[in-house]
């Protein structure tokens, strides 16, 4: 017998004692330690954990412990419940902190609580099936299944909870984010999220670009830093000085395959859809991201200017959709002030991502404005790849100075959150108009400026019909140099 493995006939006797319930919150809790046997009962994922020494004694009180059979440690495993929580303080422990989370608010939750999270899921995942007596954790595991939680992505349960009271459990999610957060910082996560998988060619641990990349061979490294070499950037055509005999001077060159990356991060859900659609038909690789908190947004923003891909696209496009305040989004957070948005340009100036240098580099943020008398605390959050923390409070915000930086267009539209709180299933008049226009073959053939003062019209008549709390308010700033068309040239 090796060192790790347990005595069958312990898991015999345990499995005896258990009921359903336990059996089911056991194999929960087992989910990441053997992500090939999910569909196993309880006894055949305890002997494979057993045979991969996966599973030691420590372990299977850790479980014991978890589904709170205190009698079954001393009378089966001949340990004390003070022994177990002991060695728990010390880390020796197998099962995940999420998961134990989700099994803790399992248990605090009533089978009607767990009925309207069934009912309010409907809107996020329709197709989700929804049997009369679901527990908690199967809502869980479907909803990981859709992709839409993860230990890094628990905003969508946040939300419900919202809806049905249950302060004290966001308070609870709260925490264990918190402590994940200050977890990430000191060490890389185990955890592979959605992002990654869809990204399968970044690695987390590879620098980011910064400041200084274009000088690398002008200065030596700074301690405890490795040098960077940059591979060579190919430029766009007009920016090489070689010129396509299609392309004019005055004009952007857009004929790459695809015409380039379109990043859309919806917080609110009702946009994703209309905006995938429009942004594939102009020719776009679109990757969109729905429901997530500040954190993921810091790496989802890191990662995809990190993207290879921008070497041979044309331009790049970025739409971000989130309650928030003027100056800054919260994504789905409840206990931070915000993002600031001019954090967001800086991922993608070419100082940060040479790879984007010369081409056009749009940005459409619709802000649903929450009143500052009901923005919670502020916090900390650590963004990667910048030497700075951006610290979400109006006197450190006036300290962000973000370089001026050529071939940005930024369109940024901004609404009562009222308005979505009266429709909470409507989508973005200023999006929805953008989106007419640019599957409109006839209007598509005109400039970004001209489309854009078409849409500048189109929301100031919105505006002439509605009342101040539904009016929306269209800010246009650019860096453009030359004339930008949404359509290959």
């Known amino acids: 017998m090796t060192r790790c493995q347990v005595p069958a006939v312990l898991i015999h006797q345990i499995e005896q004692e258990l009921d359903k319930e336990e059996e089911d919150v056991m194999v929960f809790l087992c989910r990441d330690l053997a992500p090939d046997l999910v569909t196993a009962n309880l006894r055949e994922l305890l002997m494979a954990l057993n045979e991969r020494e996966k599973l030691s004694f420590f372990g299977l009180s850790e479980l014991l412990y978890r589904v709170k059979r205190f009698d079954l440690l001393r009378r089966i495993l001949k340990t004390e419940k003070a022994t177990v929580e002991a060695n728990l303080a010390r880390s020796l422990r197998i099962v995940p902190d999420y998961r134990v989370l989700m099994v803790e608010i399992n248990e605090n939750l009533e089978k009607e609580e767990v009925s309207s999270l069934g009912f309010l899921l409907r809107d996020y995942a329709p197709r989700m099936k929804m049997a009369k007596d679901k527990s908690f954790l199967s809502l869980v595991i479907d909803l990981e299944k859709l ?34 957060l200050m977890s990430s910082i000191r060490s890389q996560p185990a955890y592979v999220n959605a992002l990654q998988a869809s990204l399968p060619n970044l690695s987390l641990i590879d620098p980011p670009y910064n400041s200084g990349i274009q000088d690398v061979n002008k200065g030596k490294p700074q301690s405890g830093q490795s040098l960077i070499v940059a591979e060579p950037v190919h430029m766009s055509i007009q920016e090489s000085g070689v010129m396509s005999h ?92 915000g993002f600031p948005l001019e954090q967001i340009k800086k991922y993608f100036t070419a100082d940060s991502c040479p790879a984007l240098l010369g081409k056009p580099k749009l940005f459409f943020i619709q802000t649903y404005i929450v009143p500052e008398n009901e923005q919670e605390c502020t916090s900390l959050l650590e963004v990667d790849g910048n030497s700075e923390k951006i610290i979400s409070n109006t006197q450190f915000l006036r300290k962000v100075t973000i370089p001026q930086a050529a071939d940005i267009f930024w369109s940024h539209c901004k609404v009562d959150i009222s308005i979505l709180e009266k429709s909470p299933s409507a989508s973005s008049y200023y999006l929805r108009c953008l989106s007419e226009l640019l599957r409109n073959p006839h209007k598509r053939k005109l400039s970004i400026l001209d489309i854009h003062t078409e849409l500048n019209r189109k929301v100031d008549d919105w505006n002439k019909t509605v009342g101040p709390s539904q009016q929306y308010s269209l800010l246009l700033q650019h860096t453009l140099r030359k004339t930008l068309v949404l359509s290959p040239t």
Not at 150 to 164: K, R, T, V
Not at 265 to 281: A, P, Q, V
Not at 296 to 304: E, F, Y
């Open 246 to 337: 299609k392309v004019n001077g005055n004009q952007y060159r857009m004929q790459s395959q695809p015409l380039g990356v379109c990043l859309i991060i919806d917080c609110i859900g009702n946009d994703t859809d209309m905006l995938e659609e429009t942004f594939r038909g102009l020719g776009y690789d679109v990757h969109s991201y729905r429901y997530i908190n500040m954190n993921t947004l810091n790496q989802t923003l890191l990662q995809v200017a990190r993207l290879q891909k921008h070497r041979n696209c044309d331009s790049f496009i970025c739409i971000l959709v989130s309650r928030g305040s003027p100056q800054s989004i919260s994504c789905t957070d409840h206990a931070f002030s």
């Open 147 to 180: 992709n839409l939680v993860a230990p890094d992505q628990l905003d969508l349960i946040e939300s419900c909870f919202q809806n049905i009271h249950r302060i004290d459990l966001i308070r609870k999610i709260e925490k264990y984010k918190h402590e994940a």
